[in-house]
Protein backbone atom coordinates (compact mmCIF):
# COMPACT_ATOMS: atom_id res chain seq x y z
CA UNK A 1 0.00 0.00 0.00
CA UNK A 2 1.37 3.55 -0.85
CA UNK A 3 1.87 5.81 1.90
CA UNK A 4 -0.48 8.30 1.58
CA UNK A 5 -1.21 11.47 3.81
CA UNK A 6 -4.50 10.98 6.45
CA UNK A 7 -6.19 13.59 4.23
CA UNK A 8 -5.87 11.74 0.88
CA UNK A 9 -6.99 9.05 3.08
CA UNK A 10 -10.18 10.53 4.62
CA UNK A 11 -11.21 11.99 1.35
CA UNK A 12 -10.90 8.16 -0.44
CA UNK A 13 -12.78 6.81 2.85
CA UNK A 14 -15.51 9.82 2.85
CA UNK A 15 -15.79 10.08 -1.05
CA UNK A 16 -15.43 6.53 -2.19
CA UNK A 17 -15.36 7.04 -6.36
CA UNK A 18 -15.46 9.71 -8.49
CA UNK A 19 -18.47 11.46 -9.60
CA UNK A 20 -16.98 12.06 -12.76
CA UNK A 21 -15.06 8.68 -13.92
CA UNK A 22 -16.86 6.31 -11.81
CA UNK A 23 -13.32 4.62 -10.36
CA UNK A 24 -12.82 4.09 -6.74
CA UNK A 25 -10.25 7.11 -5.20
CA UNK A 26 -7.51 7.36 -5.35
CA UNK A 27 -7.01 5.61 -9.00
CA UNK A 28 -4.73 8.16 -9.86
CA UNK A 29 -6.92 11.51 -8.75
CA UNK A 30 -4.93 14.59 -7.20
CA UNK A 31 -6.45 17.09 -4.74
CA UNK A 32 -5.64 20.08 -2.90
CA UNK A 33 -7.80 22.33 -0.14
CA UNK A 34 -9.09 25.07 -1.75
CA UNK A 35 -11.31 27.09 1.07
CA UNK A 36 -11.70 26.77 4.89
CA UNK A 37 -13.64 28.37 7.62
CA UNK A 38 -14.53 27.80 11.32
CA UNK A 39 -18.04 26.45 11.69
CA UNK A 40 -19.45 27.51 15.49
CA UNK A 41 -22.58 28.91 16.43
CA UNK A 42 -21.36 32.12 16.13
CA UNK A 43 -20.74 31.59 12.14
CA UNK A 44 -23.63 29.95 10.58
CA UNK A 45 -24.49 32.77 8.33
CA UNK A 46 -20.80 32.34 7.14
CA UNK A 47 -20.67 28.63 7.01
CA UNK A 48 -24.11 28.65 4.72
CA UNK A 49 -22.47 31.00 2.95
CA UNK A 50 -19.60 29.06 2.50
CA UNK A 51 -22.06 26.29 1.02
CA UNK A 52 -23.60 28.27 -1.34
CA UNK A 53 -20.83 29.92 -2.59
CA UNK A 54 -19.74 25.59 -3.02
CA UNK A 55 -23.08 25.13 -4.63
CA UNK A 56 -22.96 27.40 -6.92
CA UNK A 57 -19.46 27.06 -8.11
CA UNK A 58 -18.30 30.70 -7.42
CA UNK A 59 -14.99 29.05 -7.03
CA UNK A 60 -13.01 33.08 -6.53
CA UNK A 61 -15.24 33.97 -3.83
CA UNK A 62 -15.17 30.58 -2.15
CA UNK A 63 -11.20 30.38 -2.36
CA UNK A 64 -11.08 33.65 -0.23
CA UNK A 65 -12.54 31.49 2.47
CA UNK A 66 -9.24 30.72 4.37
CA UNK A 67 -9.76 30.98 8.27
CA UNK A 68 -8.69 27.74 10.51
CA UNK A 69 -8.21 27.21 14.01
CA UNK A 70 -7.70 23.78 15.62
CA UNK A 71 -9.57 23.91 18.62
CA UNK A 72 -12.66 25.06 16.83
CA UNK A 73 -15.03 22.90 14.55
CA UNK A 74 -14.51 23.84 10.79
CA UNK A 75 -15.82 23.28 7.04
CA UNK A 76 -13.21 22.55 4.52
CA UNK A 77 -13.14 22.50 1.11
CA UNK A 78 -11.35 20.05 -1.17
CA UNK A 79 -10.96 20.02 -5.07
CA UNK A 80 -10.76 16.91 -6.17
CA UNK A 81 -9.42 16.37 -9.77
CA UNK A 82 -9.56 13.61 -12.05
CA UNK A 83 -7.04 12.05 -14.58
CA UNK A 84 -9.94 12.37 -17.24
CA UNK A 85 -10.41 16.08 -16.84
CA UNK A 86 -13.07 17.66 -14.00
CA UNK A 87 -13.35 16.96 -11.08
CA UNK A 88 -15.23 17.53 -7.79
CA UNK A 89 -15.35 19.75 -5.32
CA UNK A 90 -15.91 18.42 -1.52
CA UNK A 91 -17.36 20.54 1.38
CA UNK A 92 -16.35 18.38 4.89
CA UNK A 93 -17.17 19.03 8.21
CA UNK A 94 -13.83 18.44 9.79
CA UNK A 95 -14.69 18.59 13.98
CA UNK A 96 -12.16 20.01 16.39
CA UNK A 97 -13.44 16.34 18.57
CA UNK A 98 -10.84 13.73 18.15
CA UNK A 99 -13.96 10.85 18.75
CA UNK A 100 -16.31 12.14 15.88
CA UNK A 101 -15.47 11.94 12.11
CA UNK A 102 -15.22 13.91 9.08
CA UNK A 103 -18.86 14.39 7.35
CA UNK A 104 -19.07 14.91 3.76
CA UNK A 105 -21.67 17.97 3.60
CA UNK A 106 -21.47 18.87 -0.09
CA UNK A 107 -20.20 17.42 -3.24
CA UNK A 108 -20.14 19.06 -6.25
CA UNK A 109 -19.52 17.73 -9.89
CA UNK A 110 -16.82 20.25 -11.59
CA UNK A 111 -15.87 20.38 -15.25
CA UNK A 112 -12.99 20.85 -16.92
CA UNK A 113 -12.70 24.30 -17.72
CA UNK A 114 -13.77 25.03 -14.36
CA UNK A 115 -10.83 22.73 -13.09
CA UNK A 116 -8.77 24.71 -14.67
CA UNK A 117 -10.17 27.75 -13.15
CA UNK A 118 -9.59 26.57 -9.75
CA UNK A 119 -6.10 25.38 -11.20
CA UNK A 120 -5.31 29.09 -11.40
CA UNK A 121 -6.08 29.88 -8.08
CA UNK A 122 -4.07 27.19 -6.47
CA UNK A 123 -0.19 26.90 -6.69
CA UNK A 124 1.37 23.56 -8.08
CA UNK A 125 2.58 22.99 -5.09
CA UNK A 126 -0.84 22.54 -3.41
CA UNK A 127 -1.74 19.50 -5.66
CA UNK A 128 -1.57 16.27 -3.77
CA UNK A 129 -2.15 12.34 -5.08
CA UNK A 130 -5.07 11.12 -3.54
Known amino acids: MLNRDTTAQM ?8 DLCGQALPARHTYAKFASTIADKE ?3 QVEEF ?3 LEKHDWKALHTYNEFDGSKNAVVAY ?3 CPQGGGMVV ?4 P ?3 YESDEVHAQEMVPPAEITTISKL ?3 GEWRPL
Open 79 to 81: VIA
Open 91 to 94: GIRS
Open 122 to 124: LSS
Open 43 to 45: RIP
Open 11 to 18: LSRKVGKC
Open 51 to 53: FLK
Open 96 to 98: AEF
